[in-house]
């Protein structure tokens, strides 16, 4: 028998569901755009507020005058909604976080109520302050996953200080680059990070960025968390944070803030240039993942919620830091890596917490699917309710192993497509909504107006292919590119006049459910993460050995894709495995590991290009996938023959 197309929660499921049918989410929908002021008048309902805002909303899309607005006039403070008005209403009790270390056997697992968490945060913002971090100072955090990263992400939030995290497994340079693009006056970090039983030297890698920035940098402290208790080296600008905290107030009001004044600034890669500095704005983006986290979740205030996503990613941002905080959620917070100690790590924290809500990536599902179903069927899971996917398509296969294996069949499964830009879910089902297709996206959220465009922008009805656009704003929007407005309005508001350009192609079936298909610009997407061709093209040719470099993602069987580089060399170097390894270490050591390229083929020939220059991507990824049938008319290229020779040196 085959298995089935269409999976339906079930009915015991729907009955205690917060939308629990199908014309439920319609007319909610409906009335969210055809009211979408109203709609979302009544969501921001949801935050405390310190001065209510007199306009909903105030947006154009329009390239010539772009600029998104929510709640306009609004004062408030995230910190307090995310901590305080819990403690202040009666739920201080409750846990905020279970914290499972990296290795249990040699560090402690630590349960936080929220009155603990506020404390905590209050306790940092103060030394911040003492530090002299001042509202809209930019601050970056470069940390493990620890619970002292959630208290850096608020108190910045608390102070009004916007705050940059760098995810823990970007290099020196990457860091450096972020540190200035942002003028970061503050650096928060820890000794060490931990990860499957490896040290992470964090601290001395902040230590290296800094060096590189030497008189660019505008860093005035580096404040360290003792983590591991490591050896560190050290500077006059350090602060070791336990000992700021012995002279630090206990308490540390929160700075009212504009609905949209900045609460963060996140880097993500694009197809071109540096990785882009995405800013997200107070009011909108705590309103959006606060309700993103409760409806597409079915979220109580007894569920056990796990995001396995690290903090330095949008992720962990939306559905760790604010969303779930903001509704009081109880969350569990992981260091470690699920494959340690062995591939039932995972489902180890499930049962052992009693997990209800688990949201995590495709890839993290398609390698522990490696590893067998003895791994996950050793541990009880009945406590699991909802299971949810992001950041990358599933395959259908992954899917059904998800459902039945981990889910026992019975958890409704919640694939939700969105971006760092978008701040939450865009297109999700709702549990017990809308019945599941293996691998689709589904429908959209509330106040999500997709279309589909032809390559023109022609607006496509019914079934279709093509790009993915949104057509109207919604409040968890990023606002725009840290210091560079223009590129935010080039990126996302030029090509296709009066939408939000996604930069992914979609199709929408006769249900009217969309499929991601993927990215349609030169991102590749590997393991979740955004990588940008143009990123790894840049770090390989800072190597003296290359003259030129050419870069394309391949499918991979758990990474998603994989990244597939192409090399011309210098003339004074020579082509052999050992120059293969160093330039793969060498973008490694740049951007992190990754980015690193699993092929590099040394294009002895050159690339394949235009008579114009331009190098033809198309040929370059049907080679590298070994679709050497397909590849096309090539008659446009200056040299066709570099193609039969790129065929023959393919990896
Ligand atoms: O291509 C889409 C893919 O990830 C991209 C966004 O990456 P990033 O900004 O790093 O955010 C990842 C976490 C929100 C999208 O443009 N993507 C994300 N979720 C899905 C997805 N592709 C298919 N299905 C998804 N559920």
Known sequence: MSAPDLYPASDAFRQNARVGSREAYDEMYRRSVEDNEGFWAEQADRLDWIEPFDTVKDVSFDADDLHIRW?????????YNALDRHVEEGRGDRVAFYFEPDDPKKEERRQITYAEAL????????VLK???VQKGDRVTIYMPMIPEAVYAMQACARIG????????????EAIAGRIRDAAS???ITADQGRRGGKTIALKANVDAALKRLGEDSEVRHVLVVRNTGGNVTWDDRDVWYHEATRSASGACPCE???AEDPLFILYTSGSTGTPKGVVHTTAGYCVYTSLTHEITFDWREDDVFWCSADVGWITGHSYIAFGPMINGATQVLFEGVPTFPDAGRVWDVVEQYGVTLFYTAPTLIRALMAQGDDFVTRHDRSSLRVLGTVGEPINPEAWRWYHEVVGEGRCPIVDTWWQTETGGHMLTPLPGAIDQKPGAATVPFFGIQPQVLDAEGKVLEGEAEGLLVIADSWPGQARTVYENHERFKNTYFTAYPGTYFTGDGCRRDADGYYWITGRVDDVINVSGHRMGTAEVESALVLHDAVAEAAVVGVPHPIKGQTIYAYVTLAADATPNEDLRAELRQHVRKVIGPIATPEFLQFAIAGL???RSGKIMRRILRKVATGEHDSIGDTSTLADPEVVDKLITGRR
């Open 256 to 258: 009212p803030m504009d």
């Open 130 to 132: 003492d530090l002299g």
């Open 119 to 126: 404390a905590e945060t209050q306790r940092m913002a103060s």
């Open 161 to 172: 200080a916007i705050f940059s995290v760098i995810f823990g497994g970007f290099s020196p």
């Open 71 to 79: 709640y306009v006039g609004g004062k408030l403070n995230a910190c």
């Open 185 to 187: 006056d503050f650096v």
């Open 608 to 610: 394949p290009k235009t």
